[in-house]
């Protein structure tokens, strides 16, 4: 199976035209592909199904739980699968039974443990004002995002320790929030902000044959050594913006084969 990865797209900024990838059987958009949600009209009609992890500007300016409500909304109109805590098995061409796992994530703060918490807070505050995110009329601020990205984690690790009993062949999971700090951006290195980009799941990771994430404008394929079984892959295709050059050699035709 080949699938096409996309995010980090900023439509409602960038100008970009996103065409279907050569014998991609699917496309994953992982979040950030605009906050305005026009650009999702982009791909209606597209070649092939369709599943969509929101990014944290899809709730730009928006009552958490009305943007993931209207989201999934338009992603039903569109016709997309819309993942929030959600699976969704997909039977490749060739018979192979892929589960997908998606959900945004969010950031817990605990890339640098407990001890660094409080540091990784505080330097999110930029990041969230930015935002503009309320929930039940309170801001959505780093107390709230961690009480998200806990309860997505918690369903991770429930969903993932599921055995397959031959129901699918590989788990692929999708989140927009990084799993690990090898996805940090080489531009900033290992700061305080960087939690709010990347979370420490490493223990998760080696559960899923494949992670595919955004949020970093930097582009990343490594693998995770898995005992008695095939690394990891995980995999971020974001093109980025323009005015900071980051959409230089974005891989906007990626096939990933699976």
Same mark, same amino acid.
């Given at each position: 199976?080949?699938?096409?990865?996309?995010?980090?797209?900023?439509? #409602?900024?960038?100008?970009?035209?996103?065409?279907?990838?050569?014998? =991609?059987?699917?496309?994953?958009? $992982?979040?950030?592909?605009?906050?305005?949600? +026009?650009?999702?009209?982009?791909?209606?009609?597209?070649?092939?199904?369709?599943?969509?992890?929101?990014?944290?500007? #899809?709730?730009? /300016?928006?009552?958490?739980?009305?943007?993931?409500?209207?989201?999934? =909304?338009?992603? #039903?109109?569109?016709?997309?699968?819309?993942? #929030?805590?959600?699976?969704?098995?997909?039977?490749?061409?060739? /018979?192979? !039974?892929?589960?997908?796992?998606?959900?945004? !994530?969010?950031?817990?703060?605990? @890339?640098?443990?407990?001890?660094?918490?409080?540091?990784?807070?505080?330097?999110?505050?930029?990041?969230?004002?930015?935002?503009?995110?309320?929930?039940? /009329?309170?801001?959505?601020? =780093?107390?709230?995002?961690?009480?998200?990205?806990?309860?997505?984690?918690?369903?991770?690790?429930?969903?993932?320790?599921?055995? $397959?009993?031959?129901?699918?062949?590989?788990?692929?999971?999708?989140?927009?929030? $990084?799993?690990?700090?090898?996805? =940090?951006?080489?531009?900033?290195?290992?700061?305080?902000?960087?939690?709010?980009?990347?979370?420490?799941?490493?223990?998760?990771?080696?559960?899923?044959?494949?992670? @595919?994430?955004?949020?970093?404008?930097?582009?990343?394929?490594?693998?995770?050594?898995?005992?008695?079984?095939?690394?990891?892959?995980?995999?971020?295709?974001?093109? %980025? @913006? +323009?005015?900071? %050059?980051?959409?230089?050699?974005?891989?906007?035709?990626?096939? @990933? +084969?699976?």
């Amino acid at each position: 199976m080949k699938l096409q990865l996309l995010s980090d797209l900023h439509l #409602e900024t960038e100008t970009f035209e996103p065409q279907p990838a050569p014998g =991609a059987e699917l496309l994953v958009l $992982a979040g950030d592909i605009d906050s305005t949600w +026009a650009g999702y009209e982009r791909f209606a009609g597209w070649p092939v199904p369709v599943l969509v992890v929101a990014g944290n500007h #899809e709730f730009d /300016g928006r009552d958490f739980d009305a943007a993931l409500a209207g989201l999934r =909304a338009l992603c #039903e109109r569109l016709g997309f699968t819309f993942l #929030e805590r959600g699976s969704h098995l997909v039977t490749a061409a060739d /018979g192979r !039974r892929f589960r997908f796992l998606g959900c945004t !994530r969010w950031s817990d703060f605990d @890339l640098f443990g407990p001890q660094q918490r409080a540091r990784a807070e505080r330097a999110a505050g930029y990041f969230l004002q930015l935002m503009g995110t309320t929930r039940g /009329g309170r801001p959505f601020d =780093a107390a709230a995002v961690r009480a998200e990205a806990l309860a997505s984690r918690a369903w991770l690790e429930d969903a993932l320790a599921v055995p $397959a009993r031959g129901r699918w062949d590989q788990t692929v999971v999708i989140t927009h929030f $990084a799993p690990s700090v090898r996805s =940090a951006d080489p531009r900033y290195g290992k700061q305080p902000g960087t939690a709010s980009f990347c979370n420490d799941d490493e223990t998760l990771l080696t559960r899923a044959d494949l992670w @595919l994430h955004g949020h970093l404008h930097c582009r990343h394929d490594y693998t995770v050594p898995r005992p008695g079984l095939r690394p990891t892959r995980v995999v971020c295709n974001p093109r %980025g @913006l +323009a005015s900071k %050059g980051e959409e230089a050699g974005h891989q906007a035709l990626l096939g @990933l +084969a699976l």
